[in-house]
């Protein structure tokens, strides 16, 4: 499968495997709004993308992997370099990444990736929830960077794939989650979920809130966050947007707001969140599709009101 | 004096003085680019500008008081509101700011300040020193937001007014400071100053710095900033812009960056570190002129290469 604003289906060659890789056989796969944005020209990609998955080690040097249903970290590090050193092997300058620079991605029959960044996935999680675990990493990555007081009040703004593990993340850190989302039936899924969600205003109330997430994956949605943001207050870039941003600062800096980019995160809590059912991602998945039908699936992911759209292996 | 574009000279009148305030008599005051941004439509400004000052206690509730030397903090709180409560009258919603919001300035014979916004200037700290205590809090601000490990190297975007009290600061702080200016005449200032001082180049180094200060009070230094900015690194928004800023959010969320606006600082370390002698400013006066002369000052401080530019009650 090709990028560049084209989704081609491709012959897959089985890759050459490095070493400490293991070859990977896919079983399912999630479209991210990343992959759309990768298809649109983000990062000039170009090759196989998808980075979230679930798959069956094939092949690898150690025995003991063989067989074992997987998830795993898509940033691929150097594990030399002084990121490396301090465990920030996800900020590695020389790291490639599963599906969006230099490593070919998940959206075929066989990939590889280092052993090092497999988790194994317990039996009783089944791959419809496990393929979510990157993602739920991602929305992790919030509890790592911003302290959440129990019962602190935040808005979260947007209410797509991404907005609603980010809810389910907060509300289960013990936050009142306001969402505000242009969607009926999202805002829904995201009230079952614990969260206060309402229809976006003509007029967001105005520095109402000491944190606030922009999971809308829209260029508008900084300076919406910034509005909403309280002097002091925190606001967390949880989308990467391929669009120039326009933002007036005066505000950040009147206000000395503190704004975070927020990217990947850690595979251990999220996979245990899932495991034990604390989150339920159930409800999230709009649509399946064979890998072969991958072009039909990414425009299905790219149509308004879809959550997550799956490809299996 | 009236701003929105214009800089007039108008007839001064002994103003009211409200319950709690002091009548103020000017010494000296300084043009800061806020003063200049304000000229330019920023806050939709109407008014007698000028918050850096000194000046004598005229008249006041409190005897002890009168006669005396002063500096002035210029956010006017409520002192009842839940931010006044936590000690943060700088964020009060409902506050005035001298010269700013609602608060006559500073570039007048006569204004008020509430007596609780006053700091006796030390009989040794001539008015020519004194006047920088208000830029110099905002400059220590940064101690206050982000933790400057001694010998931590960073970043300081610009050569101005501002990031000339920055930078001095940060190398008293004990940072390696490394300053990207313009103008050859500045950066010798910095150099003298403690700070490596180099001329911008074309190509600034990426992601070589873990802090970036961005003190050029110009639209483009944020995403110099950014660019300048090692990931998980803090880029310090130390300038108001009267623009709209263009952004490609992309890296800040990719490099997980973290963005602090950095407003109005602690006039005590301030003041002690002029007093002291810590902090040298001199050099930093390029002209005076007399109140009268203010049309003529502003445009002088508005000139390429200009540091301080000072008016005399």
Redesign the interface.
């Known amino acids: 499968m090709l990028g560049s604003g084209r989704v081609r289906v491709v012959d897959a060659r089985r890759p050459r495997v490095p070493r400490g890789h293991a070859l990977l056989r896919l079983r399912v796969a999630g479209i991210c709004s990343t992959d759309l944005e990768l298809q649109r020209g983000?990062y000039g990609f170009s090759g196989v993308p998808g980075h979230e998955f679930v798959a069956d080690v094939v092949a690898c040097a150690d025995p003991s992997w063989i067989g074992r249903r997987v998830v795993g970290e898509i940033n691929v590090a150097c594990r030399r370099c002084a990121?490396c050193r301090r465990g920030?092997g996800r900020?590695c300058?020389r790291r490639s990444v599963l599906g969006i620079v230099r490593q070919p991605g998940a959206f075929q029959q066989c990939f590889t990736l280092p052993l090092c960044n497999l988790h194994r996935v317990p039996d009783a999680l089944t791959d419809e929830r496990a393929v979510f675990v990157e993602p739920l990493a991602a929305a992790c990555e919030i509890l790592e960077?911003v302290r959440v007081e129990r019962a602190a009040r935040m808005a979260l703004l947007g209410d797509g794939r991404l907005a609603q593990l980010v809810a389910r993340v907060l509300v289960h850190a013990g936050a009142e989650v306001v969402m505000y989302g242009r969607h009926a039936a999202k805002l829904a899924l995201a009230r079952r979920a614990g969260a206060t969600a309402r229809q976006l205003p003509k007029r967001l109330p105005a520095?109402a809130f000491a944190l606030v997430v922009d999971a809308t994956g829209s260029a508008r949605g900084?300076a919406q966050a910034v509005a909403l943001c309280a002097?002091?207050g925190t606001v967390v870039?949880?989308?990467?947007?391929?669009d120039?941003?326009?933002?007036?600062?005066?505000?950040?800096?009147?206000?000395?707001?503190?704004?975070?980019?927020?990217?990947c995160g850690p595979f251990a809590p999220a996979l245990r969140l899932l495991a034990s059912g604390a989150i339920d991602v159930d409800g999230l998945v709009t649509e399946s599709f064979a890998l072969r039908d991958a072009p039909r699936a990414f425009a299905r992911a790219a149509e308004r009101g879809v959550l997550k759209v799956l490809l299996r292996g």
């Open positions: 983000y990121w920030l900020h300058p960077q520095k900084l002097p002091r870039l949880k989308s990467t947007v391929h120039r941003v326009e933002l007036d600062t005066a505000p950040v800096v009147v206000d000395e707001l503190t704004l975070i980019g927020s990217r």
